[in-house]
Structures are given as structure tokens and as C-alpha cells.
RNA sequence: GGGGGAUUAGCUCAGUUGGGAGAGCGAUUGCAUGGCAUGCAAUAGGUCAUCGGUUCAAGUCCGUUAUCCUCCA
């Protein structure tokens, strides 16, 4: 039986038996922070299990596509275990129970109508317990007893080992199918899970029975169809084994099921049909999270690939071949099996960059190796490469091996448990406890009436204090600075989500005033987070709920703006640039978008101008609620990776823009008002950046603009049109003086003519600030004090090159003429006033060189109010006899009330007490000639 | 959320107890050469990411911020 045909069966025959069909959730829940990625068919039904939101079906099946990580090292070594795999199930929520569970799951492996499987190979656990899941099998169905195990609850149990270690929460036995292969080994195919108990504290006695008993089953189906295909392992069937070979032969190898080539062409398989399905949802490889996790998938495959002996990319063109492969159940992956590979094309090409500088760092360390005659590779050192620069540890190895080299597996995984127990970090709950989820099964839902009115009346239903562990439940509440959080029956604020920003506002009654600063949503509650300014607030109070109109309007404008700004990005770089994320506040938005590049200034200002002739053309807003699949058909934007609702809310502008939205947006799109990009930067790889503002947040970034160039203009005291001119002029006067003060040519530029003012538009005023701004490399709102600083720089350069024509009439020859004899060696020790630290050197440079005897030279120049600089220079000859220009300094710099050293060629040293240059010249005489005489050249 | 690392010329990167900012490639110019991925020489190009601190003195030491890489959760 071919494996699409099996999982359409099994979601039939349930269908048959009264369930509904459910679409498979996202591989990555975004709306569930307890997973990074969905590791079971039960998952999209956890608020149903637990009676939180209303149900609109008592029992499910699902198809579910799930990723887990923590067999990862098995993939491809053992028969059966994946990274991404398919779950087919299905689930009673209070309806059906143990018997209908295990009864059609009986006749759904034996009838001839559905799969066939011959009775005697089945064989099924139950927890030793739970007499009632044995009696079923046995009695009901008719298994010998022979065919039925009882086992523990670390293998029948889910959680597994809930009843003694917890966590406290629903749990319960489950029963386990197993089918007898050829070969007398057990694979197992089906686990029915019956969640009965609510567990409380630690046993005994703390199996508490549900009210509301629920089924959930989840049967592998890669498993299942390699037992129906009768295939050797899950690779081998029909959906995968044309991966395996597209592998092979992109490798240039031939796939042999036994060596380990087969292993690792395998894992190629697992990981890139992970990858592919999570690039689909744009889950794109990344350092944080389910991004991360993509990317080591993503990096092991192509490990593998280069211990194949691949050295280029090559993953990225195994992508059709999945999208083939998977098209029955998910026919949408063809669509982007071009944006997929060039993801996974760019992320390969980085990995074996890394690679290729893992190589050099690999060879230092055998080379430090080689001298200390060492032949193990140290594993701490090789999990630091593999921490600091991704250097992994199988090249290191494979490396090594090749040399003969042992690799120290053990020190590496201590090394690597030592930084995991470092990073450390507390592990998600798998159902969330706590005043929130109390409410949420009291209340399941806050109905939200924000779409059409910004007041209404509300009863409070819940009041929550303190934060973290510490929060609790209260009935009634008094004015306070703590932060509180209240949940009513139904109210006008928006509750944070789809990337816009909660509503602000207040809550009121009678007796009481609750300023709301936020609001956010748990689940299908809305939760107002504020502070209680007077009164008390207390539960079935009644209040008047009022939103803060004035920043609502800003938010619709940024929301509205937000999408005319998407249509404009389309139109400008291409289909590509798709939304990745969104945040939208009071009239200011963030949009970030896939695109490799980044969008240039003309880009920009085609974007703007696009949104302002949409915002001048009037079109009215406007949204209704539709099935899904009629939005779908009527061509609205839907984003890879979110989990839409069906029916669902779309958005529509005019005859340009179809968005599934949930926000709240104007009526027209004339009420943005103004628009403007403010920054466009990169927040990842692919992935770029907008921020723009709306309305009157746009007119004062404007009038800011304004202000801030003609105050730059008023500092070069130029007109605004010439500011970039006088910006490069005053760089390069800065850089040319620089030059005349160390010694260089540098002739000073001309300074640009004045020109008379003439009127600009905006577009050209942003235009010069920004390339203004740029050029001096500071936002453009530091740019007036960035123009001083530099102007101030200047002045400080002038004054210090004024002093230094000053020591013009010094030189070297004029330098040599004071010097006096001792013994054989020339001592030169004198004041140089105004000379910087590189013409002294410069000085003490011409002056050895020009000397025909060997010389000593120490010149002292007061560089400031309270700062004097000693430069020290002897000739090699006098270096080579013991003379150190060091220590001749650092017995010098004390008396000027500082210190120094230096080579012993040349030296030099600081002080702050310009006064004792005369004494420390003394000194320098003194020391010189004890020095000389010390080592006898006197 | 946490650990490690990086940021120096247009590019790739050196810069070792803190004391003269460098190489290779590229660019420009000159000379030589003239079928082939030519040779020689000279020149230009740097707020050593940012801000602050320590110091007589910071590319170098300490801290901040930003950006990027990398690992763990």
C-alpha cells in the first residue's frame, strides 16, 4: 500500500466513524511557547483536552506533520527514527473512551475494507494497572492473553513516569500496538493514549479521575507503511527511498543500505525533508530557537555530505525531489521550491566557509601539537573551536584520523556538558498552570467588540496580582502602584497580536479608576495590564471600559499603512519580499520583509511614493469575515508559518490589497495622512527592515529634518544646499592638518564658494542631511554637535601646528651642533618647544643617521598646560654596548612627574609638570654620563 | 535566555609584557613588455566599530553600546 494511500485511509475511516477532519497545524506553533516545534498530533488540541475554548467538534483526526530532536542521533543509524515525521491520530474530547478507541483501532489494522494486517502479527501493551484497557483487548476483541504484556509507566504511561515523578496535570495509561515483522521483531505502530487522571502532588492516592475523559492516539505513519510495504527500514518506502536515490546520486555515490554511506545518505534524507517543510513555513536557519535547530539539521546534512566528499553546495538541490515526493498530502511546497533552496543554498555555502576556516584552525592546533610531541587531540580545546567557531567535532576527528591522531571523545563531552549546565535555562512546561489558565477554563473567551466601538460597559471576571511565581488570583483589589492584570466579559481593547501593539486606556466605575497601559491576550482571553489609581476593583464589579481614541487612531494609521506599505514593497523589489514580521504602534510601524539586498535610496523614495499616491487616492477600507478558502481564492495575502482560523477576517484596500488580518484599520486610506521611511536596515540574513511613521509622527520627523539641516548649514554658516560640500571640506581640512602636524606635506583644500540660498524641496533637504550624516558616520540627529566637535578639532589642530612653526629653526643639523662630547659618544638633551611626538622621533632618526660619531639624544617638548613628552633615541652601537634609551627615560620622566619606557633604541615617556623641563634636562645630562661610564665608554 | 569570539586600507587579514599602523590582493601613475591569468617601480587609500575608563602613553588593558559569527537552552 503506497503511504499517501494509507494516510488517506486512516483519515477516512475516522471521518466514517464521526470525526472531523483537521488540517495538519504549522511544524512551528508560534501561538504555543512550550514547543519550539509541534511534536505530536495532540498538540493543536491541547486548549480542547483541557476545556479551555469552546468546542465546535468532540472528536478529530488529524493528519500531523512533527519534528522532534531527540532522537537525533539515531536518524539514519536504526530503521525507524526521524527528525520530521508524520502522525496520523485521532482524538475524542470528552466523547468517545477506551472501548470505541481500542475497537476501531482493531478494525482499522484487521478489516479487509481498510488495512488488512493479518491478526496474529499484533501484539499490545497495557500499564500493569489499567485492567480495563487489558480486559477490552482480551474479552472485546478476542487477543490471547499471550498477546497482551503489562508494562511499567516509564513504557505505558504518558507522560511517561507520570504517577511517581510528575509533572502534576492530566496524564494516563496508554496501550501500545506492535507489529511482528519477518524476522520475529516487534516494531511498534500505534499508541492509544487515555488521558483519565488529573495527577496532584506525589503518590500515593494522587491519581485524581477526570470529569471529562479524552482519547488521544498517534500512529507513525512512515512506520506503518514501511510494515505494509514490507520494506527494511522507513527509508525505504515509497515517499522517502526517491530522496534517498535523488541523495545518492547528487553525492555521486551508490546507495548501499549497509555501509555508512548508506547511514549518511539517510540522515540526508531525514534532515532535508525537515528542513525543506520549515524554510516552507519561513522558519529560515538561525541562532535563536526552532531557527537554530533548522540550522544544525541543516549543517549535520551537509557534514555529512562533505565526509561524502562534497565540497560545494549541493542540499538545496534535493528540494524538488522532496517537494515531489511530499506533493500528494502537501502540494504547496512546490510553490516555493525556489526560495527554499536559495535559502538553504546560501546557509550551505556559509557552513562550508566555516568549514574551510575550521580547516586553519584545525592545523594550528596539530601544529602546537607537534611541539609537545603530543598525539591526543585535546577534546576541551576542540569543543572551545567547535563553541567559538563552529568547527565541528567529526572534522576534527576525521582530521585527526587520517594522522594517526587519537580524539579525546570523553574530554569533548565533558566539555560540552560543562557549557550546556553553563547556557542552562529552565524547560517549557507541557501544560501551563496558573491563574491565567484558571480563568481561561472559567471563562474560555473575552469577546472583543473593538472593531466597531472604542467604549462599552464589561463585568469584571478575574484579577490577577503579582508576577511570576508569585501571581495569584484576587477577589478584590485596592488602589496601589503594583502593576495589575484584569480580564472582563467582553471589551473594546485590542489585545496585542498580529504585530499590532495592545490598546491603552480606562476602566471605570463609580468608585474606581484603572489606567490600562497594555493589553495582551492569553489564549482567547484579552488581559489589561495597569495600575489601580483609586478606588477598589473587585470581581462581577461592573465598569465602563474606554480606549484611548487618540492613540487607537495613530495605530490604525500605522496598521493601514503597514499594508499599503507590503503591496508597495511587492511592486518595487518583487513577489519575494514577503512579510516576515510586523510591529505596529501609535502612527509609527516596523515592517521586516525577505530581500537579499538591501533596498537602495531611489527604492525608498519609489516606495513613498507609491504609499503617498495610495493615501492621496482616497480608497476605501474595508473588512468582512470569510471562509478561508474563499479568501484564498480571492487572492489575499497569506503568510508561510502562521496558523490562519477558518472562517477568517480579511482586509481589503481599494482594488490593491487583500490581507487576513486581524488589527483594526482605517476606513479610508486617506486618513494615513503622511507616510515616511525613517530607517531600512538588516535585521538577519534575507531578511531587511522598514520603519516608517504615519501621520503627525511623519509631519514632525519632518520638521526635524528641516531643523537639523538648516542648523548644520547655520554651523558651516553656508546655505543648506551646500552642506554636503562644506562636510567633505571640513574632513578634509582636518585630514590635511593632521598630516602637516606629523610632519607630511598636506596642503590645505580650497574652501568651497559660498553660493545664495535657493529653495528645497523636502525630498532634497532629507537627501543632504542623510549623505551629510553618512559622510560623518552619525545619525542624522547627531549631526549639529558632530559639526562642532569637528570644528572645534580643527581650531585645536591649527593652534598645535602655530606652535610647531614655532620650532622651525630646529633641526637636525641644528641639534647636532649642541651637542657635547663624552668620552667618545655624542649627548644631545634639550627643550624643543611645541614638537610633537613624530618630528621628534623624526629629529632623533636624522640626527643618529647624520652623526658620525655614536649618539644619545634626549629631547623634552611641553605639549600642554600640564603635559610634557620626552623623547629618548641611541645609536645601535651605544644599544649594542648596553645603552638602553629606556632606562635613560625612565630615570628622566620622574622629575617631570611621570613615567615611560620604550624600546632600547628608542623610548619615550610622559609627564604633567612643564616647569621641571630644565631639571629633568639635568638629570638627563647626569644619568647619560653615569650610564656611559657604567659601561666603561667614558 | 545564557556562554565564547570578531570588528584595523576598497577586499582578505597580520599586529606577542601598552611606547614608531602593516602585508597580500585590488586601485592610480610611470617604466618595461606586447598573441598566452605579463614584469618592475612609485603613489594614493585608515576617526584601528562606538562611547567611556585606567595610564605619562591605548589598535593593544577594563567597561558600555552597536553589528556580525558561533555554541548551548
Not at 546655505?719 to 567633505?728: D, F, H, I, R, S
Request: charged letters at 25%; hydrophobic letters at 40%.
Amino acid at each position: 500500500m503506497k503511504t499517501d494511500e494509507l494516510r488517506e485511509k486512516y483519515l477516512d475511516f475516522f471521518v466514517s466513524h464521526g470525526h472531523s477532519r483537521q488540517p495538519s497545524d504549522v511544524l512551528v506553533p508560534t501561538w504555543d511557547p512550550s514547543v519550539l516545534f509541534t511534536p505530536a498530533g495532540m498538540n493543536q488540541f491541547k486548549d480542547h483536552f483541557l476545556g479551555k475554548v469552546k468546542l465546535e467538534f468532540t472528536s478529530a483526526t488529524t493528519c500531523q506533520k512533527c519534528l522532534r530532536t531527540g532522537d537525533i542521533e539515531n536518524v539514519g543509524r536504526t530503521a525507524y527514527h526521524h527528525t520530521f515525521f508524520e502522525m496520523l491520530g485521532n482524538f475524542s474530547f470528552g466523547d468517545y473512551f477506551k472501548e470505541e478507541a481500542i475497537r476501531w483501532a482493531w478494525e482499522f489494522l484487521t478489516s479487509p475494507k481498510w488495512l488488512a494486517i493479518d491478526s496474529d502479527r499484533l501484539k499490545v501493551t497495557v500499564y500493569k494497572d489499567d485492567d480495563e484497557a487489558a480486559n477490552l483487548w482480551h474479552e472485546k476483541i478476542g487477543l490471547p492473553t499471550s498477546r497482551i504484556s503489562r508494562m511499567e509507566e516509564d513504557e505505558n504511561f504518558w507522560p511517561a513516569s507520570a504517577p511517581s515523578l510528575g509533572p502534576d496535570g492530566v496524564c494516563g495509561p496508554c496501550s501500545e500496538i506492535y507489529y511482528q515483522l519477518d524476522d520475529g521483531k516487534d516494531v511498534e505502530i500505534w499508541n492509544l493514549v487515555f488521558t483519565q487522571f488529573n495527577r496532584v502532588g506525589d503518590p500515593p492516592d494522587n491519581l485524581r479521575p477526570l470529569p471529562s475523559k479524552n482519547i488521544d492516539t498517534g500512529m507513525g505513519l512512515e512506520r506503518t507503511a514501511s510494515v505494509l510495504q514490507n520494506v527494511p527500514t522507513n527509508f525505504h518506502i515509497d515517499i522517502l527511498m526517491p530522496i534517498v536515490r535523488a541523495a545518492a546520486d547528487v553525492c555521486s555515490v551508490t546507495y548501499d543500505y549497509a555501509n555508512d554511506d548508506g547511514r549518511r545518505l539517510r540522515r540526508i534524507t531525514d534532515h532535508i525533508r525537515a528542513c525543506t517543510f520549515a524554510v516552507h513555513e519561513n522558519i529560515l536557519p538561525g541562532p535563536k530557537k526552532a531557527r537554530y535547530v533548522i540550522k544544525r539539521l541543516l549543517r549535520r546534512a551537509v557534514l555529512d555530505g562533505h565526509q561524502l566528499g562534497m565540497r560545494d553546495p549541493f542540499l538545496h538541490k534535493l528540494v524538488p525531489a522532496v517537494a515531489d515526493a511530499m506533493s500528494s498530502a502537501y502540494p504547496e511546497l512546490r510553490e516555493t521550491v525556489e526560495r527554499v533552496s536559495g535559502v538553504i543554498e546560501k546557509e550551505e555555502s556559509d557552513f562550508f566557509s566555516t568549514i574551510g576556516g575550521g580547516l586553519e584552525r584545525i592545523e594550528k592546533v596539530f601544529e602546537s601539537m607537534k611541539v609537545d610531541g603530543s598525539v591526543l587531540v585535546d577534546g576541551a580545546e576542540a569543543a572551545s573551536l567547535y563553541q567559538t567557531y563552529g568547527v565541528p567535532p567529526e572534522l576534527f576527528q576525521s582530521i585527526a584520523a587520517e594522522r594517526k591522531l587519537t580524539f579525546d571523545w570523553d574530554g569533548y563531552r565533558e566539555a560540552m556538558k560543562k557549557h550546556e549546565d553553563i547556557s542552562g535555562g529552565g524547560r517549557g512546561e507541557l501544560f501551563q498552570t496558573g491563574p491565567i489558565e484558571t480563568l481561561k477554563e472559567a471563562l474560555r473567551r473575552t469577546d472583543f467588540l473593538g472593531y466597531e466601538t472604542l467604549e462599552s460597559s464589561a463585568v469584571v471576571k478575574g484579577i490577577i496580582v503579582g508576577e511570576g511565581k508569585d501571581e495569584r488570583l484576587v477577589n478584590e483589589v485596592s488602589a496601589s502602584a503594583a502593576s495589575l492584570r484584569v480580564v472582563l466579559d467582553q471589551t473594546p481593547f485590542y489585545g496585542e497580536g498580529g504585530g499590532q501593539v495592545g490598546d491603552a486606556g480606562l476602566l471605570q466605575s463609580d468608585s474606581a479608576e484603572f489606567q490600562v497601559h497594555d493589553t495582551q491576550r492569553a489564549g482567547e482571553l484579552i488581559i489589561h495590564i495597569g495600575q489601580l489609581v483609586s478606588g477598589k476593583l473587585s470581581e462581577g464589579m461592573q465598569v465602563e471600559a474606554t480606549v484611548d481614541e487618540t492613540r487607537r487612531e495613530g495605530i490604525r494609521r500605522a496598521h493601514s499603512a503597514t499594508h499599503i506599505l507590503h503591496h508597495a514593497l511587492q511592486s518595487v523589489v518583487g513577489g519575494h519580499a514577503q512579510q516576515q514580521g510586523s510591529k505596529v504602534d501609535q502612527d509609527w510601524l516596523r515592517f521586516d520583509f525577505t530581500n537579499q539586498q538591501s533596498l537602495s535610496d531611489e527604492q525608498v523614495e519609489t516606495i513613498e511614493s507609491i504609499v503617498a499616491s495610495k493615501v492621496k487616492l482616497a480608497a476605501p477600507i474595508s473588512w468582512k469575515t470569510v471562509a478561508l478558502a474563499e479568501a484564498r481564492e480571492a487572492g489575499a495575502m497569506m503568510l508561510f508559518g502562521e496558523k490562519y482560523p477558518d472562517p477568517v477576517r480579511m482586509v481589503s484596500m481599494g482594488s490593491f490589497s487583500k490581507e487576513l488580518c486581524g488589527g483594526t484599520h482605517l476606513d479610508n486610506t486617506s486618513a494615513v495622512e503622511e507616510f515616511e521611511v525613517v530607517a531600512e536596515e538588516s535585521v538577519s540574513a534575507g531578511t531587511r527592515r522598514v520603519v516608517a511613521l504615519t501621520g503627525r509622527r511623519a509631519q514632525q520627523h519632518r520638521s526635524e529634518v528641516q531643523d537639523l539641516l538648516s542648523r548644520s548649514a547655520a554651523a558651516f554658516s553656508c546655505a543648506p544646499g551646500q552642506v554636503v560640500e562644506y562636510t567633505k571640506y571640513l574632513m578634509q581640512v582636518i585630514r590635511q592638518l593632521k598630516k602637516q602636524l606629523a610632519g607630511g606635506g598636506g596642503d590645505l583644500p580650497g574652501k568651497p564658494p559660498k553660493v545664495t540660498e535657493e529653495a528645497l524641496d523636502y525630498l532634497q533637504q532629507r537627501r543632504i542631511l542623510r549623505d551629510a550624516s553618512r559622510l560623518l558616520n552619525v545619525s542624522s540627529s547627531d549631526i549639529v554637535g558632530r559639526i562642532q566637535t569637528l570644528q572645534d578639532e580643527r581650531a585645536k589642530l591649527q593652534e598645535q601646528i602655530a606652535a610647531m612653526r614655532d620650532t622651525g629653526t630646529i633641526s637636525a643639523a641644528s641639534l647636532l651642533a649642541m651637542a657635547t662630547r663624552v668620552g667618545g659618544t655624542m649627548v644631545i638633551a634639550t627643550e624643543t618647544p611645541g614638537a610633537t611626538p613624530n618630528l621628534m622621533r623624526q629629529w632623533i632618526d636624522q640626527v643618529r643617521q647624520q652623526s658620525q660619531d655614536p649618539t644619545a639624544v634626549l629631547l623634552a617638548s611641553a605639549t600642554g598646560p600640564d603635559k610634557v613628552l620626552l623623547v629618548a633615541g641611541v645609536s645601535r652601537s651605544l644599544v649594542e654596548q648596553g645603552i638602553s634609551a629606556g632606562q635613560w627615560i625612565a630615570a628622566v620622566a620622574p622629575i617631570v612627574g611621570g613615567g615611560g619606557g620604550g624600546k632600547p633604541d628608542l623610548a619615550q615617556a610622559g609627564g604633567k609638570r612643564p616647569e621641571k623641563i630644565s631639571d629633568a634636562l639635568g638629570v638627563a645630562n647626569k644619568a647619560i654620563q653615569q650610564m656611559l661610564s657604567e659601561a666603561e665608554l667614558v
